[in-house]
């Protein structure tokens, strides 16, 4: 229970164990937080004498209830599963179970493993070879943990991107997701690689391939200290959840082609005829979702030619926006609670609107009160700065652009993949990006006694310059604002003045030739003025760099899925900026993480 309070943090919507007590599986699993899972386990005491599993849940498929926590069983209670992760192919599995005979009782990608590694073992009797054996025919991503009535000292692991490490105690051995579950009593620790299974015993740990085939394993010496290891040794979860976007943005693009290559949006619920039928959409959201709701008007209405507005959820409904059933609602919320877009979303289902909504909290309550929705995979974000689920908001509204382009028939199959492909590199480009921050970092902490930052950009850029000025006004507290560039002939260069620090995004050379020359005029504009220019660029582009007092490189991307790699920057330079004046980057003061009123 140690173990999976430390983890917690990693998802909290439910808990749940298992253990083998004289040769049967008891389980015991609550919905909420761990302290109800304690509360059942004091009322219902489980003394077992075999091994154990526990899992803290961040719901992916199915709500947050007892039901559908882990771990999973098999028809025969023979085995116990814990799962992260999601299991692309669960659907078609279910089908062949289900016609075999199994009854699920869970909503879960996950139960589909418990009953296969049933029947493996039920035939071979080796929940080590059933384990590999079930491996090979998941796709996706998932972490598993399984325990059998046949061989109570035993525990069998598996991995595919996503995380599973092994320490090594006296006696005692241990796996969990990281580090920080067992750190209060081994530092020694298992590094596993991708597709690699553990066979653990108290006293013995062997890693193999798939194939049964011995392979080399990374050991290592922990040095973090408890609380460290909750934030992976970072000092600040806002650290964590920057580094960790590469994973939540493939995550949220994960499963989303179909066999024959169509996308498809599992719990879209909104029909083709509803899509079909749309005339408008209006984006509603807060704050950093708003955001990416400026940049998915751009691609929306540049894929499906429909036309699309976009508001803050808090002045939406006072409006009296026009609304009717041929209206699509996009309400996008990381929290899925935010009372701004909740109301929004209650006053234009009202209006007969059909609301789609894009979240990364399953279950939340703005999801249950939609027509639809697109869940975003980013797993939990504890600082309360949005940085890994913005990332991931814009690749879902990528996805519900080309969704739309798709069913209304607007773009060949072979457009929409080429977009696809081109998405599917965006993790990479993530962690390239992720790379070269170092000088990014270094700039913050010089300009740590500035007054003002002011911020440009134009067409997604410009949406990206505003989150860039959200991100340093929250976590630093200075005045920052974002201007679109072309405006600022328009009043705003009368601020500028000797020195002042000036961000610009500047577009690809290659998109919009137009855009790009028209932003380098603007740069040199505040530049002639005397500001001190932060330019991010794609590399390569040499047109700018002669105007740039700083030039931050940026990999060569589609010019509508740029803010996906341009934004890194920006959360990084408020970040360090804000860690530089001393402030708590994930709890900056008078903020809250999920805002539940108006
Ligand atoms: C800024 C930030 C907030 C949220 C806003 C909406 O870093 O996190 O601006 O984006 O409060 O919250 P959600 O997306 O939960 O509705």
């Keep these: 229970m140690d173990g999976l309070a430390r983890l917690e943090y990693r998802g909290y919507d439910s808990a749940g164990v298992a253990m083998l007590d004289e040769g049967v599986l008891r389980t015991e699993k609550s919905a909420g937080k761990l302290a109800n899972l304690r509360q059942a386990l004091e009322e219902r005491p489980i003394s077992g004498d075999g091994a154990g599993i526990g899992h803290t849940r961040w719901a992916t498929h199915g709500a947050p209830n007892d039901v559908n926590a882990h771990p999973h ?17 669960f659907a078609a599995l279910r089908l062949e179970l289900e016609d075999q005979g199994c009854k699920f009782l869970s909503e879960t990608d996950t139960e589909v493993t418990a009953h296969l590694l049933g029947i493996e073992v039920a035939e071979h009797g080796d929940l080590v070879a059933a384990m590999r054996a079930v491996c090979k025919r998941l796709e996706g991503a998932f972490t ?36 920080a579950a067992f750190i209060a009593h081994t530092r020694e620790a298992v590094e596993l690689g991708q597709d690699q ?41 806002m650290l964590k959840e920057i580094i960790e976007q590469p994973r939540a943005v493939a995550d949220t693009l994960l499963g989303r082609v179909s066999a024959d290559g169509q996308l498809t949006l599992d719990e879209m619920r909104l029909s083709p005829e509803d899509l079909r039928s749309v005339e408008k959409i209006v984006i509603i959201a807060c704050g950093t979702s708003y955001h990416a709701g400026l940049i998915a008007k751009y691609a929306i209405e540049h894929w499906c030619r429909i036309p699309c507005e976009v508001e803050v959820a808090s002045e939406f409904r006072y409006r009296d926006p026009i609304l009717n059933q041929q209206t699509m609602v996009i309400a996008i919320s990381q929290s899925g609670e935010s009372m701004d877009t909740l109301m929004a979303v209650r006053y ?18 703005i999801p ?64 390239r990006v992720l790379g070269t921050v170092e000088p990014v970092r270094e700039l913050a902490r010089s300009l740590a006694d500035a007054d003002t930052v002011l911020f440009l950009g134009r067409h997604v850029g410009y949406p990206v310059a505003m989150e860039g000025a959200l991100k340093l006004k929250e976590l630093a507290y200075m005045h920052a604002e974002a201007f679109a560039a072309g405006e600022l002939k328009h009043g705003p260069i009368a601020l500028i003045e000797d020195q002042l620090p000036v961000v610009v995004v500047v577009p690809s050379p290659k998109g919009r030739s137009v855009l790009h ?20 660029a794609e590399e390569g582009d040499e047109s700018v760099r002669p105007y740039s007092d700083v030039l931050i490189e940026i990999p060569a991307v589609p010019t509508l899925l740029q803010p996906i790699v341009s934004t890194i920057p920006m959360q990084v330079f408020a970040c360090e900026l804000a860690l530089a004046k001393g402030n708590d980057v994930d709890q900056p003061r008078n903020l809250a993480k999920s805002v539940t009123v108006e």
């Design 517 to 536: 020359d028209k932003i380098v005029s603007n740069i040199q504009e505040v530049r002639a003025r005397g500001a001190r220019t932060i330019v991010i």
């Design 144 to 179: 598993l943990v399984a325990t059998s009535v046949d061989d109570p000292g035993l525990v069998v692991a598996a991995r595919r991107n996503s995380p599973l490490v092994v320490g090594r105690g006296q006696g005692e051995n241990f796996l969990a997701s990281d580090v």
């Design 197 to 237: 299974v553990v066979e653990l015993r108290a006293d013995s740990v062997s890693v193999t391939d798939y194939d049964g085939n011995p392979v080399e394993v990374n050991e290592y010496h922990v040095d973090w200290d408890a609380s460290a290891a909750e934030k992976g040794g970072y000092e600040y979860f």
């Design 348 to 365: 234009a289902r009202e209006q007969r609107a059909k609301v789609l909504a894009i979240c990364n909290v399953n279950g939340s309550t």
């Design 73 to 89: 069983v098999d028809g025969n209670r023979r085995v116990a599963v814990v799962h992260n992760g999601i299991i692309e192919n």
């Design 368 to 431: 249950r009160e939609s027509d639809g929705v697109l869940y975003t995979h980013a797993g939990p974000e504890v600082g309360v700065a949005a940085t890994k689920t913005f990332l991931t908001q814009l690749a879902a509204c990528y996805l519900v652009g080309l969704y739309l382009a798709q069913v209304r028939g607007l773009k060949f199959g072979d457009e929409i993949n080429a977009v696809i492909a081109q998405l599917a590199t965006m993790p990479e480009q993530v962690e």
